[in-house]
């Protein structure tokens, strides 16, 4: 089955101790995104990819850090997670950059640093 | 990439047709107007695209007006599983593939 993969689906860390999140997906796609979702203030774009090695930042990327070192994963790093991290994020991929290609999402990762 | 204008909220009676709109008077001639939705918590799920013309799939159907400046996204017959938080967002086609979700329209399928 064609999917994006996340995980874990719940975290709970303290502030300061490094994690990671991270993102499979199985259906070949360049193009991979993080996006973090927080009440009233809808997606917002952490980093992207645009294939393997190449990364980018997006509109939120302070205190995150990403890596493409194979084309099906993408995971991304806290190195010192901080409270105002707390948030539900998404991992996202398309078969290619182009603009018209429909995103496919994984379920989510709920994390609460404490 | 232009920005888009939805109702924060929205009803509609199981079984009947749902119109979600969305208006987006600075869209530019090469922007694609996309729709997904987010059911609770999950994932958000693509539904439909298009540039100019109207477009159908098997889970809605998406009407843009000649101008281009604004857009219907039609549920025929709306489920209770239909009840979500709707998407409405415009992109280029070409460059970084970074789709803007705003807050969207939280549709409530009333039983």
């Known amino acids: 089955e064609a999917q994006v993969t996340q995980n874990p689906r719940y975290l709970i860390t303290v502030t300061g101790k490094k994690l990671t999140v991270t993102c499979s997906q199985n259906m070949n796609h360049e193009y991979m995104s993080w996006y973090r979702q927080d009440p009233g203030l809808g997606l917002r774009q952490i980093y992207y990819s645009m294939n393997v090695e190449v990364t980018d930042k997006g509109d939120v990327p302070e205190g995150y850090k990403v890596s493409r070192k194979e084309k099906r994963n993408f995971p991304l790093i806290l190195e010192s997670p901080s409270p105002n991290q707390t948030s539900l994020y998404f991992c996202?991929?398309?078969?290619?950059?182009?603009?018209?290609?429909?995103?496919?999402f994984g379920s989510g990762t709920q994390l609460s640093v404490l | 990439d232009a920005k888009t204008t939805q109702p924060p909220s929205m009803d509609c009676a199981e079984g009947r047709a749902a119109n979600l709109p969305c208006n987006h008077s600075?869209?530019?001639?090469?922007?694609?107007v996309y729709w997904y939705r987010q059911i609770h918590s999950q994932g958000p799920q693509y539904i439909i695209h298009g540039l100019k013309n109207n477009e159908t799939n098997e889970m809605a159907s998406l009407i843009i007006t000649e101008d281009r400046k604004s857009s219907t996204l039609i549920l025929p017959h709306a489920t209770l599983r239909d009840t979500a938080v709707y998407y409405c967002i415009v992109s280029v086609r070409t460059g970084a593939n970074n789709l803007f979700f705003g807050t969207g329209t939280r549709l409530t399928v009333i039983p």
């Open positions: 996202a991929s398309s078969l290619s950059p182009q603009g018209d290609e429909k995103l496919f």
């Open positions: 600075t869209i530019s001639g090469n922007e694609y």
